[in-house]
């Protein structure tokens, strides 16, 4: 199906993460629609060649910046004014129907049956359950939809000062007028809501297709031993066994397919001629940004003794010694 799309969003480095996670997470499922990602001018040209590995289409759009600190503060979330650009996914014309999914969001199986419903159909938020999450929905792309929304916007604003605020009111008549356009809440499971209902998780948990890591704390701020393949606990995961298991999940996916995408791009960074890295500003920026995410893994003055501890509390050089190909060579050289 070429004119059906999942399509994310991702304004910086970081984002993309999840955004290529999410990717490579419906491309485990086997979709049958193309993949489309927004980005911002603030993107790397290093994480646009890798997101191009993963996504059908990268596509560069500017940002949209509610700028409405007040509203935000309200979510203690100043940084969400951003999620506005979100609103760029209806000038994708040359789909006729897509569906947004946060680059929080992992999907458990195939998902392609969202393209069943129509414009506007999301599942009900975790937090204020009359209002739907804006985290996955499906849409129409039409560029009349979009400038009503800006529109909207500039008159309006949006009551949490993001775009979920601003889309529950546009859409305002989600709530009560068609319930097709509800999404059961297994499209959008809030890892975080699970712990609020454990008894209905346990029951209806097993069949989730979407988890959506939604709040400040995303997946690539925690810890992970690549030896153990666990998610390092350290007293700030909500509650239960099963955050940490889509925790788990998800860095399971960051470790087996993102990170040697970004290992890849690290070496063909390395081996470009230093003329070319004074020049090529974007290619010096993924190093930046890369090294700056592995500030969660990597310790910032290696103490040698330490070695084994730091590896063992998953604080993992990925790019320097404990890269995969140095892992690789220990581990071959053990077993011939
Ligand atoms: N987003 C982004 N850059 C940012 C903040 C947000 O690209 O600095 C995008 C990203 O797709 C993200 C979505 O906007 O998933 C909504 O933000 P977030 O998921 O952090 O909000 P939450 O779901 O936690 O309320
Ligand atoms: C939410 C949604 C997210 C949205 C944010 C700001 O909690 O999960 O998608 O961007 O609110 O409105
Ligand atoms: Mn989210």
Same mark, same amino acid.
């Given at each position: 199906?070429?004119? %059906?799309?999942?399509?994310?969003?991702?304004?910086?480095?970081?984002?993309?993460?999840?955004?290529?996670?999410?990717? %490579?997470?419906?491309?485990? +499922?086997?979709?049958?629609?193309?993949?489309?990602?927004?980005?911002?001018?603030?993107?790397?040209?290093?994480?646009?060649?890798?997101?191009?590995?993963? @996504?059908?289409?990268?596509?560069?759009?500017?940002?949209?910046?509610?700028?409405?600190? #007040?509203? !935000?503060?309200?979510? %203690?979330?100043?940084?969400?004014?951003?999620?506005?650009?979100?609103?760029?996914?209806?000038?994708?014309?040359?789909?006729?129907?897509?569906?947004?999914?946060?680059?929080?969001?992992? #999907?458990?199986?195939?998902?392609?049956?969202? &393209?069943?419903?129509?414009?506007?159909?999301?599942?009900?938020?975790?937090?204020?359950?009359?209002? @739907?999450?804006? $985290? #996955?929905?499906?849409?129409?792309?039409?560029?009349?939809?979009?400038?009503?929304?800006?529109?909207?916007?500039?008159?309006?604003?949006?009551?949490?000062? =993001?775009?979920?605020? !601003?889309?529950?009111? &546009?859409?305002?008549?989600?709530?009560?007028?068609?319930? $097709?356009? +509800?999404?059961?809440?297994?499209?959008?499971?809030?890892?975080?809501?699970?712990?609020?209902?454990?008894?209905?998780?346990? +029951? &209806?948990?097993?069949?989730?297709?979407?988890?959506?890591?939604? $709040?400040?704390?995303?997946?690539?701020?925690?810890?992970?031993?690549l030896q153990?393949?666990?998610?390092?606990?350290? =007293?700030?995961?909500?509650?239960?066994?099963?955050?940490?298991?889509?925790?788990? !999940?998800?860095?399971?996916?960051?470790s087996a397919?993102?990170l040697p995408?970004?290992e890849k791009? %690290?070496k063909?960074?390395?081996?470009?001629?230093?003329?070319?890295?004074?020049?090529?500003?974007?290619?010096? /920026?993924?190093?930046?940004?890369?090294?700056?995410?592995?500030?969660?893994?990597?310790?910032?003055?290696?103490?040698?003794?330490?070695?084994?501890? /730091?590896?063992?509390?998953?604080?993992i050089?990925y790019?320097?010694k404990d890269a995969f190909e140095h892992i690789k060579k220990k581990l071959d050289a053990f077993l011939h």
């Amino acid at each position: 199906v070429t004119d %059906q799309a999942f399509v994310t969003l991702a304004t910086n480095d970081v984002y993309c993460q999840g955004a290529l996670v999410l990717g %490579q997470s419906l491309r485990n +499922h086997r979709t049958s629609r193309k993949l489309a990602v927004l980005i911002t001018p603030e993107v790397s040209s290093g994480l646009r060649s890798v997101l191009r590995s993963v @996504f059908d289409e990268v596509i560069e759009v500017n940002v949209l910046d509610s700028a409405d600190s #007040v509203h !935000l503060a309200l979510m %203690q979330r100043p940084e969400l004014g951003v999620t506005f650009t979100k609103l760029h996914c209806w000038t994708l014309t040359h789909y006729s129907k897509c569906v947004f999914m946060d680059a929080d969001t992992l #999907v458990l199986c195939n998902v392609d049956e969202l &393209f069943d419903r129509e414009e506007f159909s999301a599942a009900p938020d975790s937090g204020w359950p009359d209002c @739907f999450n804006s $985290g #996955v929905f499906v849409f129409r792309p039409s560029l009349k939809t979009y400038n009503l929304l800006l529109q909207f916007a500039a008159e309006h604003g949006s009551f949490d000062g =993001g775009d979920q605020g !601003l889309l529950n009111s &546009f859409f305002s008549n989600w709530a009560t007028a068609d319930i $097709g356009k +509800h999404l059961p809440f297994l499209y959008n499971l809030s890892s975080s809501a699970v712990y609020t209902y454990v008894p209905a998780f346990n +029951h &209806f948990g097993r069949d989730a297709k979407v988890v959506h890591f939604l $709040g400040a704390t995303k997946p690539w701020n925690y810890k992970y031993n690549l030896q153990t393949k666990k998610v390092m606990q350290d =007293g700030t995961i909500d509650g239960s066994l099963h955050q940490l298991s889509f925790l788990s !999940l998800w860095w399971n996916i960051y470790s087996a397919s993102i990170l040697p995408l970004l290992e890849k791009l %690290q070496k063909m960074e390395e081996s470009e001629p230093e003329e070319c890295k004074v020049t090529d500003k974007g290619v010096n /920026k993924v190093a930046h940004s890369v090294s700056e995410l592995s500030i969660h893994f990597k310790p910032q003055e290696p103490i040698p003794e330490d070695e084994r501890k /730091k590896w063992e509390e998953g604080r993992i050089d990925y790019m320097g010694k404990d890269a995969f190909e140095h892992i690789k060579k220990k581990l071959d050289a053990f077993l011939h």
